[in-house]
Nanobody
Framework: QVQLAESGGGLVQAGGSLRLSCAASGRTLSGYAMAWFRQAPGKERELAAAIHWNGDSTYYPDSVKGRFTISRDKSKNTVYLQMNSLNADDTAVYYC?????????????????WGHGTQVTVSS
């Protein structure tokens, strides 16, 4: 069983940056694809970034491409999301998710393990 815990959220001004962390416990993340999803009030959960098990491939939706970077540190069993040039549309609860499969997916339903989420609020 994998437990995920996000941290690093908070309040930031538009144009600012935040780095989210997702620490895993219970099992090593090697062999797991990882992703960050986000959910704004009244909206569906959407993918923010995803990374394959070995970190060689990443995926970003157009809304964050060039601004967000997902990475993983196997030695720390942790996944990160660096978010730059934040704007009000990035305001959401951000969730870390793990999939016991080497390749990432864009669909929330394909991930079996989830953290509790961390709030990111961007003030304009």
């Amino acid at each position: 069983q994998v437990q995920l815990a996000e941290s690093g959220g908070g309040l930031v001004q538009a144009g600012g940056s935040l780095r989210l962390s997702c620490a895993a416990s219970g099992r090593t993340l090697s062999g797991y694809a990882m992703a960050w999803f986000r959910q704004a009030p009244g909206k569906e959960r959407e993918l923010a970034a995803a990374i394959h098990w070995n970190g060689d491939s990443t995926y970003y939706p157009d809304s964050v491409k060039g601004r967000f970077t997902i990475s993983r540190d196997k030695s720390k069993n942790t996944v990160y999301l660096q978010m730059n040039s934040l704007n009000a549309d990035d305001t959401a609860v951000y969730y870390c998710a793990a999939r016991n499969y080497r390749f990432a997916s864009t669909k929330p339903g394909d991930y079996a393990y989830w953290g509790h989420g961390t709030q990111v609020t961007v003030s304009s």
